[in-house]
């Protein structure tokens, strides 16, 4: 069974490009269209039904994201592909879908393409990642929600309630107001990309995210301690200390 492909971008060029690149690279794959803005793309996307769409996110006018809001459930696999975009890419890997970027490489795409194949065969809905990466993409970051998945479930978390959140190899633990302890398959430093250098929250060491919104108190000197709501101490490693200061006088 050939997957069915759509290449949005307003680019006739990156167009061809990547039309090029995927009938030269890749397997299965049928190009069923192209489309250079969003409402072409809508209107291509409800008559011909693709599996797989290649989604340029700067378009003028509307950007590829305003796609996906047309929609009240996402049936299709996305592969978005930007020029760098710090903040959408971030959103982007921390919901765990694909991008490429431009220039597009041979590698990245045909790895993309096979990872798109994988979930549209087995059928995997990744309709909520999108719904959570629109949600990231539309919302002030110091009131973002993120989700979590607990057994069947997917828990938005307001990233108000958190405390702080410990690093544990490749997982995490948040910390919540309510006492509560979540686990999630996402290391710190995702989180910490996630939520910016412009945030409340701060990485004050290897293992510790803190939300400066939740300090009870700190000893600026050495060592550096900091106490937090839930009476959890916590002591700045020397190295990041003065980056800590410096963005505990700035956040008011």
Do not use: W
């Amino acid at each position: 069974m050939k997957i069915r492909v759509l290449i949005v971008d307003d680019e006739t060029n990156s167009r061809e490009v990547l039309s090029n690149l995927l009938l030269k690279h890749t397997i299965d794959i049928e190009i069923i269209g192209e489309a250079s803005n969003v409402d072409e793309a809508y209107e291509m996307c409800c008559k011909l039904l693709p599996d797989l769409i290649f989604l340029d996110i700067q378009m003028p006018r509307s950007n590829g994201f305003n796609l996906l809001k047309k929609f009240k459930e996402i049936a299709f696999e996305v592969i978005f592909v930007t020029s760098f975009d710090h903040f959408a890419i971030t959103a982007i890997k921390f919901n765990a879908l694909d991008y490429l970027l431009k220039p597009v490489e041979i590698i990245e795409l045909t790895s993309a393409v096979e990872k798109a194949k994988v979930n549209i065969r087995r059928k995997k809905n990744q309709n909520l990642q999108y719904i959570n990466l629109l949600y990231d993409l539309e919302n002030d970051i110091q009131e973002k929600k993120f989700a979590i998945h607990t057994g069947e479930k997917v828990r938005m978390i307001n990233s108000s309630e958190v405390i702080f959140i410990e690093g544990d190899g490749r997982y995490s633990i948040i910390y919540m107001v309510s006492n509560e302890l979540l686990t999630t398959p996402k290391n710190l430093k995702e989180f910490e990309d996630f939520f910016g250098s412009k945030s409340k929250f701060i990485r004050i060491s290897k293992s510790i995210l803190i939300n400066s919104t939740h300090i009870k108190e700190y000893q600026k000197g050495d060592p550096f301690i900091i106490k937090m709501v839930n009476d959890k101490n916590f002591e700045a490693s020397r190295r990041r200390k003065t980056d800590v200061l410096e963005k505990l006088l700035l956040i008011k």
